[in-house]
């Protein structure tokens, strides 16, 4: 029961967060996909920033365990494509749906039933999909500071700095 | 097209994605969970068809891998309408709206296409998403932060394919 709870106050505040950013509305996630406005990138890139580096600490000091999804090549690009052009038509993602709605754009409660529908029809071919898709490319819980072969802090740092750049542009051009 | 002065432009994207930078974080550190929704609707779907065939979703793999049942992700995914709901009342920027602006700007207010469009891009963005493993959030948020491959690799595919249907919807102008 407190573990439901936990979920519910977590979720109560991201979506107060997500609404007072402005990044649930439409206008914004297509603003985003047609390179007109980059509040959600903004919002996501700060949100992975200061997640980023308090995991990192937290998981030196062992207070917390990283969880590593596997890289799935087959898996992660062509179900990485097919959602974004699912994403482009619909305008919200998964958890945002639920927080457009909230904020009263109820063209968000076609999304949500597609995606009832959607998550029903996976589940009719997930058995072909682990035959197929799902064991292509499967190389296992890969993050990038494994791979470049660095102390996880100079990527952490790199990434920062690639933000921060990033972020300065986006004001530069009124993005 | 209705411009409301003073009905807040909100907080700015970065404070705001900071601050819920920290909520993921603490999320971590005091619970041990980390964001995602997609599931969620996998979820979701299999309580609603078990109350038509309990056993045949009983049979399902994926159903006995992802049980339908209410979890703390569930619970998260409903909170994200509370607080969205909560903050846009608190500061009058609550907006009840078939058709988004961009949207109409682009295709008409006829509300009939927008839904179609709503619908059967929320079947394919689901799919696409448990394909993957994770959306925005489990892949985008939760894997990028801890720079699994996995998440990078994902999230950059989402934005590809997002970026050609928004291409082909509304062309290459710049003006909305």
Redesign the interface.
Known sequence: MT?????????????????????????KQ??A????DM??V???????????V???L?SDLG???????????G??????????????????????????????????L??????????????????F??AT??SWGV?G?????Q?LGLN?WL??IA?IIGSLLL?RFFEKKGL | MPTRPNVA?????????????????L?????????G??T???R???L??GLFAPARVAR????RLEVPL???????????????????LS?G???????????AARFGPA?GP?????????????????????????????????????????????????????????GSG?A?
């Open positions: 573990i439901l709870f936990y979920g519910l106050i977590t979720g109560v505040l991201f979506g107060f967060l997500l609404q007072k950013g402005r990044v649930l509305r439409y206008d297509l603003g996909l047609r390179l007109q509040t959600i903004k919002f996501m890139l700060a949100n992975i920033m200061v997640a980023m308090g995991v990192y937290l207070m917390v365990k990283l969880s590593i999804r596997s890289l799935n090549l898996a992660n690009i062509i179900g990485g494509l097919v959602f974004g052009i699912g994403w482009g038509l619909l305008g919200y993602c998964p958890g945002t749906s639920l927080g457009a709605l909230g904020e009263g754009r109820w063209d968000a076609w999304g949500i039933a597609g995606m009832l529908v959607g998550a029903g029809l996976y589940a009719e071919a997930y058995p999909l682990k898709v799902l190389l819980r890969l993050t990038l500071p791979v996880h990527v952490i990434w972020f | 432009s909100g907080w700015s994207p970065y404070v705001a994605g900071a601050l819920s930078g920290l909520v993921s974080l999320s971590v550190a005091l619970v041990g969970k980390f964001f929704a997609s969620t609707f996998v979701t779907a299999g609603i068809e399902m793999e994926l159903f209410i979890d703390w992700q569930w619970m998260f995914v409903v909170g994200i309408f509370l607080g969205s709901l909560l903050s846009a500061d920027s609550y907006r009840w709206q078939a058709v988004p602006d961009m949207w509300k927008r839904a179609a469009a709503a619908f059967f891009g929320g079947i394919i963005a689901i799919f696409g998403a448990r394909l993957a493993g994770g959306c925005p959030s489990g892949h985008g948020l939760t894997g990028v932060m801890q720079l699994s491959l996995s998440g990078l690799v994902a999230l950059i595919c989402f934005f590809l394919g997002g970026l050609v249907v928004a291409r082909l919807l509304y710049r909305s």
